[in-house]
């Protein structure tokens, strides 16, 4: 399996506080992403990036930040938490040197915002 | 953006083969098919992919068309442990490509 790791695993936390998941790899890949999942829409992309500092918004971005200062770190910041952000939240990464798009999963943060 | 089409859910039994096709009519010349897999409670895991006529693992095989506005996932003598969902991606990969993964295809194995 690709190291991919996510921290929190599961998270608590109360409408408004500000909330930050963490994305690590090992694989020294180019792209990450983060994506949510939820009952009935399957996965949506939030944010990726394709490179340190070189981020862009997928299809779901509004009320999510990211950052990447590292190649191996990618963070997901929810600036003020609301309970529609509720979700299973999913890192991937890839290296689409191939051409195709493989991506690697991490295994997910459950977030639950009262 | 390459949009794609499969079925919502799928019923099979152990032993059989399963066949999930996915529609791509818009797909790009350089895009790429490709099938992830996703237990429940796990993120999707990449089982296949190809770019045009059949390619095979040791997990399943991928057959497209010469027109590559289609792609069948096919799954070989299915198990109860193959109950997941799948999803069929189209796409190049990097650039600006953003990948899509839409609901997938529920497939459920029954004893």
């Known amino acids: 399996d690709a190291g991919i790791t996510q921290s929190p695993r599961h998270k608590v936390t109360e409408t408004g506080t500000p909330v930050t998941l963490r994305c690590h790899q090992t694989?020294?890949?180019?792209?990450m992403y983060w994506y949510r999942q939820d009952p009935g829409h399957g996965l949506r992309l939030i944010h990726y990036?394709?490179?340190?500092?070189?981020?862009d918004k997928g299809e779901v971005s509004d009320g999510y930040s990211v950052s990447r200062s590292k190649t191996e770190d990618f963070l997901l910041t929810l600036e003020s938490a609301t309970s529609s952000q509720t979700s299973v939240y999913f890192c991937?990464?890839?290296?689409?040197?191939?051409?195709?798009?493989?991506?690697?999963f991490g295994p997910g943060t459950r977030l639950t915002v009262l | 953006l390459a949009k794609t089409t499969q079925p919502i859910s799928m019923d099979s039994y152990e032993g059989q083969e399963v066949n999930i096709t996915c529609s791509h009519n818009n797909i790009a010349t350089n895009d790429y098919i490709t099938w992830y897999q996703q237990f429940p409670s796990q993120g999707p895991r990449f089982i296949i992919q190809g770019y045009k006529t059949k390619v095979t693992n040791e997990v399943a095989s991928l057959f497209i068309p010469a027109d590559r506005k289609s792609s069948t996932l096919s799954l070989p003598r299915v198990s109860l442990s193959d109950t997941a969902v799948y999803y069929c991606l189209v796409g190049r990969g990097g650039g600006s490509y953003i990948p899509t993964f839409g609901r997938g295809t529920s497939l459920i194995v029954h004893p």
């Open positions: 990036s394709y490179g340190v500092k070189d981020t």
């Open positions: 694989e020294n890949h180019r792209y």
């Open positions: 991937a990464i890839s290296d689409p040197r191939g051409g195709g798009d493989t991506q690697y």
